[in-house]
């Protein structure tokens, strides 16, 4: 991650008075790359409680710059998953998880690009937010790759507790899977990064087949939304911007809109697994805005329960139930309402609901759909690699 800036002394801007939930794509373009006006323009999008441009906010997301500053991301980040950028939360300096041992292992060897002197201080912010989630929520298990993404949140937001209650949000919903006891969902999802790949990229899937390439190198792009990989510390912002405004699994279409953005010089490789495999693994830098463009026309194309695999979210719980007792319930509608639209308990098409408290979201409702989910996600994995095969023939 690069070096945290200090944060701008510039002066207050006037937001919008309108109450309008919506926003001009014209109007959008005009904040690009001008921190300032992205600021200015998050703030007209985020009216007083329980109204926010949502529709506004993901719209800004994904274009080039995305939310462009630290101010605008703090504010459309906590407004877009449901949490209050001045919430109150209590954060212990000593408490340790079950994983303290991994955790103090990974934290040693993160921040490189914060200055020397200030590297231990912000590594130990690092090491309280994550054994914090973890010791409040012993539901969620660590996974190696948490800590960078908590740094792009902790660096961003240069707020502990406001990135403590992002977190706690994103461990709710979008890294949900991550925080399993193991990776064997996630490792079963890469399913659905080749069947977009088959659907969108016969050539190219041809060839990954052929060489025997299976998408595991993209584990590590799921599980720390590139944080790992991409050095570009504003190109990882700009796809945090983008799967936070999205849905949960809005990661594996940016995973395979990368893989098919490099089809042609991937054709062109020796055709076996250790030459893809390699490709892949030294990528550090990519085109945000050309993966993100390609990822939202396959999402629409294919929306996620069309995909192998991908197991229902919150698939038990009756998302009916508000979280009346949580401190977003009154607040801010979030993204539910639109990931909702996919399950049973799909609500009006004005409703606005809020998350469900992070102690519902228990990773043990739904260890009975992962055998069952692999074991179809597999079968259709192998009639597609056989229908390939047998038209290539």
Same mark, same amino acid.
């Given at each position: 991650? %690069? ?37 200015? =323009? @998050? ?13 506004? #906010? ?15 991301? /703090?504010?459309?980040?906590?407004? #877009? ?26 934290? +040693?060897?993160? !921040? ?34 948490? =800590? ?6 902790? !660096? ?55 060489? /025997? ?9 799921? #599980? ?5 990989? @991409?050095?570009?510390? +504003? ?21 395979? %809109? ?18 893809? =495999? ?24 294919? *929306? *996620? ?7 229902? #979210?919150?698939? *038990?719980?009756?998302?009916? @139930?508000? %979280?009346?007792?949580? *401190? ?7 993204? !539910?309402? +639109? ?18 408290? @992070? ?10 759909? !992962?055998?069952?989910?692999? %074991? ?18």
């Amino acid at each position: 991650m %690069a070096r945290p800036k200090k944060g701008s002394s510039s002066s207050q801007r006037k937001t919008s008075s309108s109450g309008s939930t919506d926003i001009r794509s014209q109007d959008v373009q005009t904040v690009k790359g001008d921190p300032q006006r992205a600021r200015s =323009h @998050v703030q007209s999008l985020i009216k007083e409680p329980p109204f926010v441009a949502v529709k506004g #906010l993901k719209a800004m997301a994904k274009k080039p710059g995305g939310f462009a500053g630290a101010k605008a991301r /703090q504010q459309a980040w906590s407004r #877009l998953l449901g949490t209050s950028p001045t919430q109150a939360t209590t954060l212990s300096q000593k408490i340790k998880c079950t994983s303290a041992h991994q955790v103090d292992l990974d934290v +040693e060897r993160s !921040l490189w690009l914060v200055d020397d002197a200030l590297r231990p201080k912000y590594r130990q912010r690092l090491r309280v937010l994550i054994n914090n989630l973890l010791a409040e929520f012993p539901q969620f298990h660590y996974f190696q790759g948490l =800590h960078d993404v908590v740094s792009v949140i902790m !660096l961003t937001c240069n707020n502990d507790m406001l990135a403590y209650n992002i977190l706690k949000r994103l461990a709710a919903c979008h890294l949900r899977d991550m925080l399993e006891p193991n990776l064997d969902q996630i490792r079963a999802n890469m399913i659905g990064i080749e069947s977009l790949v088959r659907k969108f990229d016969i050539p190219l899937a041809v060839f990954l087949i052929k060489a /025997q390439a299976r998408p595991m190198f993209a584990v590590s792009w799921v #599980l720390t939304w590139f944080s790992h990989t @991409v050095q570009d510390d +504003e190109q990882v912002k700009q796809i945090f911007d983008a799967c936070i405004a999205s849905h949960p699994w809005y990661i594996y279409y940016l995973s395979a %809109a990368l893989i098919m953005e490099h089809s042609e010089p991937v054709r062109k490789l020796e055709c076996d697994m250790a030459s893809v =495999h390699g490709y892949f693994t030294k990528i550090d830098k990519i085109d945000v805005q050309a993966i993100v463009k390609r990822a939202d026309k396959m999402f629409q194309a294919v *929306p *996620p329960n069309k995909l192998p695999s991908l197991r229902p #979210l919150f698939d *038990p719980i009756d998302t009916s @139930v508000a %979280a009346k007792d949580s *401190p977003a319930s009154q607040v801010y509608s979030g993204l !539910l309402a +639109e990931i909702v639209s996919n399950y049973p308990t799909k609500p009006g098409k004005d409703t606005f609901t809020s998350f469900p408290p @992070v102690a519902e979201v228990s990773p043990t409702r739904n260890l009975l759909f !992962l055998s069952a989910a692999t %074991a179809v996600g597999v079968a259709m994995w192998l009639a597609g690699t056989m229908a390939i095969k047998h038209s290539v023939l």
